[in-house]
């Protein structure tokens, strides 16, 4: 990686740690409010395969939201462009959780990133895998080079008891006839999912292969086609940040995702990924801290798609 | 321009000619029924200056909504930031003329390409300009190089007859407080700015600045940074094809804007604008031809910016 | 009319006329502000022709809404059943002046005291009738006994001045072709009607053909059908005061319509009309007085119908 | 019961039992379907103890929905006017099963016959009774007469098999804290709550204790207060009917309740009380031909209370 690089994260990360944090913990799952919230870290592996890190980025943390890109990429390795027939393409326009749409569009989610949309995707994982539960595992486990990989079940328990509005969510999609398993076995293997946990290393590493043209950096082995990394990033873009996707695109533009435990994953196609940490977030459940790095990183450089 | 990129321009334009068109000519402004449904052109103006065009794409049409793109980046240009108050920049999730969110978010158009929001640009250049009907038309006669471009009568005039939906959208935004001016003279600007009239050359011209760092192909001026290009850029992607714009960016993957006269441009920064026009829209109200000449280019090149 | 009626009359009065008056004055009609927001008075006709009034009873106000009911009377007379195709019977569950509804039920507004089902009732009249808005002047001039009833300019100019959201409810309609006349013209009309001014005992008077199987006390001339005066009261019980429809079915449990002029008419059919006014309205638009008076009447009383 | 009020509900079943069925079955509870739809029954309880029944009348059926008028009352009874901070008592304007207006209203639902109404009140019977299950059954062994009146296991279990749409909705006010107790609780004693089998004789005589003042007939015993019967008519007047209550006030103009069984019970104050029952239902779920007997009984005599 060269110096120049290394230097623009490590000015963005100076600059934005001495900011105040307006942002609030998350509080619907109650395990995530035991973080320590002035955690901050960041991690960028480019496509040369060289890194560099910078504060707490070796610290684990739940990334949440952020495994819905890594089991739409199972669903489109595995299925293809059916997929699409049962969720949409289109930016909310909404909070992640509402409803509100289900009802317009007949439960066909807006897109795979609201909850609704992520959970449409672990049904038909499950329709369509032996075990959906065990193969998402070994297929992260095979992306991050973390072979002990696992669930964390203190994570997923607290949002098992808590997390009403996703069961609200799932029977609704089911009432409307777009989800075909049992909902208390898609939400068992929804929560599950979004309980990994990684630090930004692994996670920058994680997300390399799409912007490597759907191929693994260390070996160079195809996990999806170009054509379909090309068609997540795209997804990232307009849909990666709930009802802040436009700004992010305005600010940052770069593809990304961001999860409720804090992390944000971002990349610039054949040239960089980077994950950043912070776990305090901005009124719109995305990490403030976060969201202020990387604008400060595609405003002191040239790194934006556009 | 090298010869790759008229051939993929022609073998594109030869793949889609012969496709059954399954749009419809746009009605809801009478004049726009008038035009032949079979043209069909397309215009690629690389940033070295080279282009290359094929079919009708010396044919004037009505560009539509694609001058709201115009208007914005006046706007951006001699009031910056400050805009932002008034319009937000996140994709709507809804159709173009929607009154739904607007009720939502208290007057606060979703973003400057749906009609809500354009309408509140044409209010905020009102205020700013000293005669922004004539200075508006002064700045895209100096984009497009056509020193006799004049709003059209006979289409402002064929819409300000019927445009019942845009006189609610606009007193109804007058009523949230967010128009500062007469509703009936922002609304006299509004389907002004939207009646002019160029081919697809002239419009891949007129753009080029926004795939050039904001400024001119032909002396180099800046006419906006290029940092606002950019989110311009980013803008046109997220929210360019109303309730269509994330299956734009799936399929095509270019920021682009698109027109209910039939044309779309649309933009890889540093590289080209392109302009198609083919005048039957899709349900979305964006031209089904020209969406489909766009995914082929992209699908058979590479040129995406995912 | 037997003293026990007047004494619960008294009381309720006295009982509520001391209560800090938690209401504010209308503001969105500017002339509205300029009344004496103290004012308070209550009138009440029984079917036998006795009356009794207490208060500023015999101070005018402007009926606003009130009106409504006599726009529709006078379609229902001229036109029966026929203008239930262009307006629905049903709660809206939302504001008065709600644009959301109308997208969701293509233009048919819920019911007819809704501005939007007011403004498509002025329509239908202006439609069928040589001259509407004169017509309507002499059908209130005969119900009311008033031979010099007319228009307030004043209220309708300040109206007409700041009425953009029914200038937008108006346009809209008209987009989705339930409006057959010019927008303007249906305007003009509905500000008129909503401008008329009466006093507490002018409009228990007006409103008696109601109580009264649809005849006039006086000569008992009959208006409409007995038929058609159920109905219209059943609208108003169901429809008559916005959102607060259900809640005043509830406490107070009479058909009636209120005004944001802070007038309030109530029924009981076969027993007496009853009109209160008092200029300050509660969250929903209602007189916050005017309701706690009714409250209080039929709380002391048996004089509900359920 | 005088001869004039048997001719009348006897002409009004001949009329309209022949009249072309448009409804349909309800589906969504399986076990319904298995139902005669040609089942026809109609049964008066005059508040003078008489009472006098026609066709199908003996013949029980699932009350489904029109239970919740009897849960509310149970309810009412116990708590008074405490229940209304968690509820509303405004017609919804919308589907009965909507989740749209849980969110605008923060989980508080629009009024106690929505589902999501009455899953609140089972909510609130589960905290504040010991069991809460068996003294609603008491509740309504003592109400109807019937000592062996019984939960049905066979309909309920058919609904908890397929209400995905319903545990949506719990656990969704769940979420916005408007359920204090286990969703899978209160959804099991809301299924069984509506598996309730009456037939329309015993329904009629069920539900006259609210059009005798809150007494029941048999022995005068007080169930709840006067103003709270008159309350509940109210509710049942603007709510009863979903999103066709509007309707029924305007056609029939009688307080009642449907189920999606096709029972429909509906009052008149202080003279009778009619259930109706016919299976196959039209649009918005009501009874087809039970809404046009009832239209047809008010039409021809004097029995509406506007």
């Not at 089911?174 to 946990?197: H, Q, R, T, W």
């Not at 950096?217 to 996707?245: H, P, V, W």
Request: glycine content about 8%.
């Amino acid at each position: 990686m060269d110096s120049n690089y290394n230097e623009i994260i490590e000015n963005a990360y100076n600059f934005t740690k001495p900011i105040k944090d307006k942002g609030k913990l998350a509080t619907y799952i109650p395990e995530l409010a035991n973080v320590n919230p002035s955690n901050f870290g960041v991690h960028m592996t480019k496509v040369d395969g060289t890194s560099f890190g910078i504060g707490d980025h070796l610290e684990k943390f739940s990334i949440q939201s952020i495994s819905k890109v890594l089991s739409l990429a199972l669903a489109v390795k595995f299925l293809g462009e059916d997929i699409w027939t049962r969720i949409d393409v289109e930016p909310s326009g909404t909070k992640f959780d509402s409803l509100l749409l289900l009802e317009t569009y007949n439960g066909i989610p807006r897109n795979p990133f609201v909850n609704s949309g992520a959970i449409v995707i672990c049904d038909i994982l499950i329709s369509h895998l032996e075990n959906a539960r065990q193969e998402f595992l070994e297929f992260v486990r095979d992306l991050s080079g973390i072979p002990d990989l696992n669930y964390s079940d203190k994570i997923a328990d607290s949002e098992k008891a808590t997390g009403f509005r996703n069961v609200a969510l799932c029977n609704f999609i089911k009432s409307l006839g777009n989800i075909k398993n049992d909902p208390a076995v898609v939400l068992d293997f929804y929560f599950d999912m979004c309980s990994l946990e990684m630090n930004c290393q692994q996670l920058s590493h994680t997300f390399s292969f799409l912007a490597n043209g759907g191929c693994k950096l260390k070996d160079g082995k195809e996990i999806i086609t170009s054509s379909q990394a090309k068609r997540i990033n795209a997804l990232m873009l307009t849909c990666g940040f709930y009802d802040e996707s436009g700004e992010f695109a305005f600010k940052v533009g770069l593809p990304g995702k961001s999860g409720v435990g804090g992390g944000i994953v971002a990349l610039y196609p054949n040239n960089f990924t980077i994950a950043v940490w912070s776990p305090k977030l901005n009124a719109n459940g995305n990490s403030y801290k976060g969201m202020k790095l990387l604008e400060t990183v595609t405003t002191h450089s040239e790194m934006s798609i556009f």
